[in-house]
């Protein structure tokens, strides 16, 4: 059975930092792509980022661009999303997604296996 188990999240205050993990188990992703999403109450789910099975093609959404940086292990099954100078606008649970190709995540935001989230929440 695949999984993907986020871990990471948490309450920090505005120009915090936190670093998500996001670690697959059940088969291994050779050749897949790793995203990140968030979900924040009423709204849809939005892309934040996505990176290639070797790391060199990777995606950001325009609203963390500079900010948070994705990364991955393949060693590991981990990605990882590094989160830098958060606002409280980037509060909301993250889903860690995986399969299919960087455009499928960023574009059409489908993946085949996807995560429960995880919490994060940035104080004034």
């Known amino acids: 059975q695949v999984q993907l188990v986020e871990s990471g999240g948490g309450l920090v205050q505005t120009g915090g930092s936190l670093r998500l993990s996001c670690a697959a188990s059940g088969r291994t992703f050779t050749g897949s792509s790793m995203g990140w999403f968030r979900q924040s109450p009423g709204k849809e789910r939005e892309f934040v980022a996505a990176i290639s099975w070797t790391g060199v093609i990777i995606y950001y959404a325009d609203s963390v661009k500079g900010r948070f940086t994705i990364s991955r292990d393949n060693a590991k099954n981990t990605a990882y999303l590094q989160m830098n100078n958060l606002k409280p606008e980037d509060t909301a649970v993250y889903y860690c997604?995986?399969?299919?190709?960087?455009?499928?995540?960023?574009?059409?935001?489908?993946?085949?296996?996807w995560g429960q989230g995880t919490q994060v929440t940035v104080s004034t």
């Open positions: 997604a995986a399969g299919g190709s960087v455009v499928t995540i960023r574009q059409f935001k489908r993946a085949d296996f």
